[in-house]
């Protein structure tokens, strides 16, 4: 029997505000002395008071106009009542019944539209950090901005969600809302899969949700490998929470799947709820159509030599052309393979968007052979180099505990910090196999 997969989306993104969701702890956490970012609110101390943070509920409301939302006139705050040790109130300050955002949609390059169900304001959880048979609580995450945008099952394919979550990293940069850094876990996706029948018209009655992966390779794989599970087993299809585990490329049961009501939602007494004016609404309507707008043409013609240079794709390229910073997102595509002329993408791509290289007024051989030219890499001593590896990973211990775990980008941050520490450009390759080999 032949089945269709129907995949819908849970995207958590956080907000780069300066101050966490509710209180004015600073929300720069990452990299951070554990438990640094505290205060009485975000660690749940009792009479602690909550104050909403201004600037995250407007750019909430950005995201979700930018995704062609409807704006709730009326909205308020819910708590989500569950435990869990990075949870220290007992409960997350989220949203239930009267979503910021509703009805959105964002289309795919195949024509297909997928509907944009909610987007909902929350607050981030601690992190667990286990040694050995212990497990340490970090609270500095605790309370930063999060944004969750849920979509309708409208997926039929891994390939399509990759698109969609391409689409929705590239626009909350672009609105300067978020750095949606994946390596950071700045976002984090939330498949939901099931399987009908082909030809069936209604929603299967059970949806499996692969929990917290943060990144596109890995929603690729988790899908595919989550649809083939249900594919091979269709007796073994019920409500649950998964995770990926990728080193045996399978899907891991973590707890069958929790409906709404488990949850005990209810109004937020601390905080009176929101009721906006429409003028209020039209402004950030015309702050993010600012920030939406049409590219310059400097950034158009990096877009353009970008995907003519470059393995990267259309939507990589246009969100890299707007902010180079956002490059080592991509770099793990751009770095396999040479062009026609024998340099590196990764070195091509990185000439383009830094400007070392004319963007008007060469021809295409000329502009090659400077870039060649630039990327001639420089021999380095091997003790100076193990001895410079041996301090990066000694002042990151948290990025190679990330790499061990399975996030595979932790691996290219290392390697940043490793090619700092050397004046000259050397080889990329080298530093990464001499960082794998003192890891394993």
């Known amino acids: 029997?032949?089945?269709?997969?129907?995949?819908g989306l849970e995207v958590h993104v956080e907000l780069k505000t300066n101050s966490k969701m509710f209180c004015r702890c600073s929300a720069d956490y990452f990299g951070k002395k554990p438990n640094t970012h505290t205060c009485p609110v975000c660690l749940g101390l009792p009479g602690a008071l909550p104050y909403p943070n201004k600037k995250a509920i407007e750019w909430c409301l950005m995201i979700g106009l930018a995704l062609n939302c409807e704006i709730s006139l009326f909205s308020k705050f819910d708590r989500k009542n569950y435990f869990y040790p990075d949870l220290?109130?007992?409960y997350q300050i989220s949203q239930y019944d009267e979503p910021f955002c509703k009805n959105g949609f964002i289309d795919l390059s195949n024509?297909?539209?997928v509907g944009i169900r909610r987007?909902?304001?929350?607050?981030d959880t601690g992190k667990l950090i286990h040694e050995g048979n212990s497990t340490l609580i970090d609270?500095?995450?605790s309370g930063v901005p999060l944004v969750e945008i849920v979509t309708d099952p409208d997926f039929e394919s891994a390939g399509e969600v990759v698109e969609y979550l391409k689409k929705i990293q590239q626009i909350v940069r672009t609105?300067?809302?978020?750095?949606?850094?994946?390596?950071?876990g700045d976002m984090r996706m939330e498949p939901n899969i099931s399987l009908k029948n082909e030809g069936q018209k209604e929603l299967p009655k059970y949806r499996i949700e692969v929990k917290n992966i943060n990144s596109f390779k890995l929603v690729d794989k988790a899908i595919e490998a989550e649809i083939d599970r249900q594919t091979q087993n269709p007796g073994q299809r019920?409500?649950?929470?998964m995770r990926y585990d990728e080193k045996t490329n399978t899907t891991v049961t973590m707890r069958l799947k929790e409906e709404a009501a488990d949850y005990r939602y209810f109004p937020e007494p601390d905080i009176p709820p929101f009721h906006w004016q429409q003028a209020y609404i039209e402004k950030l309507k015309k702050d993010a159509k600012v920030m939406m707008d049409k590219p310059s043409e400097e950034e158009e013609r990096t877009q353009e030599l970008l995907i003519k240079f470059s393995p990267i794709s259309p939507v990589s390229a246009a969100t890299i052309a707007r902010d180079p910073k956002f490059y080592s997102s991509y770099g793990g595509t751009a770095s396999i393979g040479k062009d026609e002329f024998g340099t590196p993408y990764q070195g091509t791509a990185n000439a383009i968007i830094n400007q070392k290289v004319p963007?008007?007024?060469?021809?295409?051989?000329?502009?090659?052979?400077?870039?060649?030219?630039?990327?001639?890499v420089s021999d380095v001593d091997e003790d100076e180099l193990n001895k410079t590896i041996d301090e990066v990973l000694k002042e990151n211990k948290s990025a190679v505990e990330d790499y061990k775990k399975g996030k595979e980008n932790a691996i290219m941050f290392l390697v940043g910090q490793v090619m700092r520490m050397f004046p000259q450009k050397i080889d990329v390759s080298k530093v990464k196999a001499s960082l794998l080999a003192k890891i394993k």
């Not at 609105?175 to 950071?184: H, I, M």
């Not at 963007?359 to 001639?376: F, M, T, W, Y």
């Open 1 to 7: 029997m032949k089945y269709t997969p129907v995949i």
């Open 88 to 90: 220290p109130k007992g």
């Open 111 to 113: 024509k297909k539209r």
């Open 119 to 123: 987007v909902h304001m929350e607050e």
């Open 139 to 141: 609270f500095n995450r």
């Open 175 to 184: 609105l300067g809302v978020s750095n949606a850094d994946l390596e950071r």
């Open 238 to 241: 019920f409500q649950a929470t």
């Open 359 to 376: 963007l008007v007024g060469i021809s295409d051989e000329e502009r090659a052979k400077i870039i060649a030219d630039l990327n001639r």
